[in-house]
């Protein structure tokens, strides 16, 4: 079993124990995941410094909701993680994005 395995088994164990599971339908799992994320921006807001402490927990927020709703959907996060990095690699070829902040549609040929 790897590491991704084990929390979405966390994460399925600790909805079931609260009987959640009949709330985490796709479309609600996935509107918590976008409402966690723009948590993230909570820590910087109004500030110059951050608690890296409270971030770390919106960040494992963020993990727990997409792990759930992976898990719901029986999608094998890890996979899609990769296939996305090969795209990532191919549209992000290191000698056309080397230091800049283009998108890939903005490269010249
Ligand atoms: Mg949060």
């Given at each position: ?11 399925r164990a600790f909805s079931k ?17 976008v409402l966690e994320a723009t ?53 992000y070829p290191v000698e056309k ?13």
């Amino acid at each position: 079993m790897n590491e991704i395995t084990s929390l979405k088994d966390r994460t399925r164990a600790f909805s079931k124990e609260r009987d959640w599971e009949q709330y985490h339908n796709p479309k609600d799992l996935a509107i918590a995941l976008v409402l966690e994320a723009t948590e993230v921006l909570e820590p910087f807001r109004f500030k110059t410094e951050f608690n890296k402490e409270e971030l770390a927990k919106e960040l494992a927020d963020v993990l727990n909701i997409l792990l759930r709703l992976s898990d719901v959907l029986d999608i094998d996060i890890m996979h899609w993680f990769e296939e996305k990095m090969k795209e990532n690699e191919k549209k992000y070829p290191v000698e056309k994005s080397y230091g800049l902040n283009l998108k890939y549609s903005e490269f010249e040929d």
